[in-house]
């Protein structure tokens, strides 16, 4: 099973968007420093992901995020 399946079946239950990115360093995104690919790191990332989406300076609350991180082993 995919993500993408997933993706698919859990947006068609309930109102919601997904964010999959693939973080530094796994998938098929590249990094240039091998050396720091640490949960802070990655962390880090994702805020950077949510503060692009999301204008911080809007008159609306951002969304709530709910994070879910998974392998591909578990599938």
Do not use: W
Request: net charge negative; proline share 4%.
């Amino acid at each position: 099973m995919r993500i993408q399946h997933f993706q698919t079946e859990l947006c068609s239950r309930i109102a919601c968007r997904l964010l999959v990115p693939d973080l530094r360093g796994h998938g098929l995104t590249e990094t240039q420093d091998e050396g720091d690919l640490s949960t802070e790191r990655q962390v880090k990332d994702i805020l950077n992901i949510y503060k692009a989406l999301f204008d911080e300076n809007g008159d609306e609350e951002p969304p709530y995020v709910v994070v879910v991180g998974h392998r591909s082993v578990c599938f």
